[in-house]
């Protein structure tokens, strides 16, 4: 799904990611490229260039936010973007007070919708702890209802059907009211497929709603004629308005385009998504998670909420500030490991990084190791960790007994805290930030993990 919006994203940013600072330019060149895989993905244009505009907007107007780097922030705001884009929150059905909700399915033909009541029904049924009966109202084609049958009988719902020479309109106040009757709490009104926007065929689904005051109207849209999907819409809200779409067949090679444009061009929610033949291939659509799924980041996203949690920002802008000057010490060092240790294990968030080397992945990183240099630091004086220059012979003895560990380990976490201060204080007079990747992409400097063998103590 999304294959190839997610793909030209990613690109994108994994290009924006290989660089530190963001030049005007890159940020340009990568706007461009995301209007350009938006269109691509068929999304109607109004859409894109509204959503072009806005991310820009608040690129230039955001209060940037401290623990994030230039391309995280893009990546969040193209991600915040698209989940307004798509709804916010997740959009229920409307469950009647008294009496049972009743549900009507529209749609052109062939979208999907006796599959989708169906698959309804059974996800009501098992999430909802709900009694669903469906009612078959196509009486065009003789297979219809027979389909509907059989579909129901495999989700274990009765359907209420009169066979193909009653009045669609008759069955389903009929099919209602038996339904009721029989202790259905939700009743699912299968209708006849348009082939386009038929006038008789409307009237018809319109007169169905009036006579059965249906609490949800769905229409259940083809995610694979992209922007035509849209213009359906449009017209059927025109003619009998709905309260939410269905997009079915995401699970095809759909461009995306109806999922990102429905909601803004119509006003209505995306209430569910079919992904499959299957019957239970239904889902409720979270807007946030959709995003994410296209962004093919979700991981990446998630990372940046933690760091963002994790990091004080005026704890960074200290860092920063004394790092500029040299002056980053063993109080700074065990910040960060405090902050790293709040984002969980070196591993899992090594494995949330996206770009990085498999066999970097699998290194097999010890967290005790960490804890190893933790002791060590913990057990030194307030004022060796602030002026680590002072910690001669006698004192490292002090702190490898206070420790627990041998003078070695001491000596070696001290030498390579040095040579990790001069390289930061080499690099912040080159004006420039620390080196990409997951340490130099802080603020304040953690030393740079993936590239490994920076981390004190940890003895590669
Ligand atoms: N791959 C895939 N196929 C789907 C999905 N939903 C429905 N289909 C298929 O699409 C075809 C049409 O589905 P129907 O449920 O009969 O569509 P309909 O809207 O009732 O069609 P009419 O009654 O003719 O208007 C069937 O072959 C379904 O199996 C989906 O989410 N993914
Ligand atoms: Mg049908």
Known sequence: ?????????????????????????????????????????????????????????????????????????????????LVRL??????????????????????????GKTTTTAKLAKLLKETEGKTPA??????????????????????????YAQGTDADPVKIAEWGVAEATANGADVIIVDTAGRLDIDEALMAELVGIKRAIKPHNVLLVLDAMTGQEAVSVATRFDEAVSFDGVIL?????????????????????????????????ALEYFH???????????????????????????????????????????????????????????????????????????????????????EAIVLSMTKEERRNPDIIDGARRRRIAAGSGHDVQAVNALIKQFADMRKMMKMMMKGGGKLPPGFGGDMPGGMPNLPSGGQFPGLGR
């Open 134 to 159: 469906l009612v078959a109202c196509d009486v065009y084609r003789p297979a219809a209802i027979e389909q509907l049958k059989t579909v129901g009988a495999q989700v274990g719902v009765p359907v």
């Open 287 to 373: 807007p946030d998670r959709m995003a994410s799924r296209i962004l093919g980041m979700g991981d990446v996203l998630t990372l940046i909420e933690k760091a963002e949690s994790a990091f004080e920002e005026d704890e960074a802008a200290d860092m920063e500030a004394r790092l500029k000057k040299g002056q980053f010490t063993f109080e700074d060092f065990l910040k960060q490991m405090k902050m790293l240790k709040r984002m969980g294990s070196f591993k899992s968030i090594l494995s949330m990084l996206p770009g990085i080397p498999k066999e970097i992945r699998d290194i097999d990183i010890d967290d005790s190791q960490m804890g190893r240099v």
């Open 1 to 81: 799904m999304f294959d190839t919006l997610q793909e030209k994203l990613e690109g994108t940013f994994q290009g924006l990611r290989s660089k530190g600072t963001l030049t005007e330019a890159d940020t340009d060149v990568a706007m461009r490229e995301i209007r350009l895989a938006l269109l691509e993905a068929d999304v109607n244009f109004k859409v894109v260039k509204t959503f072009v505009a806005t991310v820009k907007e608040r690129l230039v107007g955001e209060e940037v936010h401290k623990a994030l780097d230039a391309p995280q922030q893009i990546i969040k705001i193209v991600n915040d973007e």
């Open 248 to 280: 079915t067949k995401l699970d095809g090679d759909a461009r995306g385009g109806a999922a990102l444009s429905v909601k803004s061009v119509t006003g209505k929610p995306i209430k569910f998504v079919a992904l499959g033949e299957k019957l239970d």
């Open 86 to 111: 798509m709804g916010t929150g997740q959009s229920k059905l409307t469950f009647s007070q008294r009496g049972p909700t009743i549900i009507l399915m529209a749609g052109l033909q062939g979208s």
